[in-house]
């Protein structure tokens, strides 16, 4: 709850009376609610978790010290829940996420809450800025999510040859997740070859992998809610001079940035490093080389020429510099890192040598 208690100090501070969370990782950080299709207020009278019939029973075992409201009972009606909550409440002034607040729903809750004169206040990253610094609980999850995901593709290994298709070598890799422990894969797979790796978030699809391809890896493992992210890149067969020369310079630049990581860093100064090391191919190199990872995918801070956060610890952050040359292919090294007291600490542990399979 101590969470809850720094939530209620903001609110006091911009004279709200309780906010409205609707950001699925919100809910979920603030409630330890684990499924969809919840909402959540946090005010001084009482924290309440909406959601529907299907998922009351799961939300009360969950969620203690919340009151589970089913808004079937409210005319099926999520604003009209809400507007009893504030009622009882007390609520005349109402925080809300103005960043993931549909139009359509604000004007809806709007509407019926103007009638009881109670005011609506948009909100930027009140819940955001707790989750910046991972808890131990969290840290300890995000180890679990990267130790299933690096199982996973030293399985995946040996079966990316000549002949295989990228969506085949994806199946195999998101099921070996799954088997390993994972509640979910963290997100879209990416699972490319050839000219393809090019692509900074191209789609698996039919193409068979080929002699000489670059095959590029980007996946994670979802667990308890929390994402790992990895990338690799290899080699089929045989490697050509200009494929090991630009993979070198992308690991010697992904050791640069993890050197660069730590607490008290400002966020672009990684990039700021990394670019002297690939000046080369700076043109085809793109300056978003990491960000953070928690319930969300991406979320602050996020390392780049337009980094504006301090690492602090408890950040988890990824370091994925690469350079992706259109009609040739792409080189992407990419790990999760965890920022501490001293330093920053890698939490996914595959191979970066240059692999040639």
């Known amino acids: 709850m101590d969470n809850i208690e720094k939530v209620l100090g903001i609110l006091k501070g911009q004279g709200l009376d309780g906010i409205y969370i609707t950001k699925e990782a919100n809910v979920k950080y603030i409630s330890g609610y684990p499924d969809e299709l919840a909402y959540v207020v946090i005010c001084p009278q009482g924290n309440y978790l909406i959601t529907d019939s299907r998922f009351t029973e799961l939300a009360e ?13 409210y005319d099926r009606s999520i604003p009209k829940a809400l507007e009893s909550i504030c009622m009882k409440a007390g609520i005349k002034k109402l925080g809300f996420e103005e960043c993931f607040t549909t139009y359509d ?20 990253n009140i819940v955001e800025e707790l989750r910046y610094a991972k808890s131990e609980e969290e840290v300890a999850n995000t180890r679990i999510a990267c130790e299933i995901a690096d199982k996973a593709l030293e399985e995946l290994v040996p079966y990316i040859k000549p002949g295989v298709t990228e969506r085949e070598l994806c199946a195999r890799l998101e099921f070996s997740m799954k088997m390993h422990g994972a509640q979910d894969i963290g997100f879209e797979t990416i699972l490319i070859s050839g000219t393809k790796t090019s692509l900074l978030h191209g789609k698996p699809g039919d193409k068979k992998v080929e002699e000489g391809d670059f095959v590029l890896v980007d996946y994670g493992a979802k667990y308890n809610g929390y994402i ?12 050509s001079d200009k494929q090991k020369e630009i993979y070198g310079m992308v690991k010697q630049g992904q050791e640069i940035g993890l050197q660069n990581m730590g607490p008290g860093i400002h966020a672009a100064k990684p990039d700021e490093e990394i670019r002297k090391v690939i000046s080369k191919y700076e043109e085809y190199y793109y300056s978003g080389i990491g960000h953070g990872v928690g319930l969300d995918l991406h979320e602050e801070p996020f390392l ?17 510099p690469g350079i992706y040359i259109p009609g040739w292919g792409g080189v992407r090294i990419e790990d999760t890192v965890l920022i501490t007291e001293n330093g920053a600490e890698t939490l996914t542990h595959f191979p970066k040598d240059l692999m040639i399979l």
């Open 304 to 320: 780049g020429n337009y980094g504006t956060k301090i690492m602090q610890p408890g950040c988890v952050i990824t370091m994925e």
């Open 105 to 124: 729903k604000y004007v809806e809750i709007h509407r019926l809450l103007s009638v009881c004169q109670i005011e609506m206040t948009g909100t930027r």
């Open 228 to 239: 790992s992210d990895t990338t690799r890149t290899f080699v089929v067969g045989h490697a």
């Open 61 to 73: 075992q969950y969620c203690p010290g919340f009151e589970v409201v089913n808004w079937h009972n």
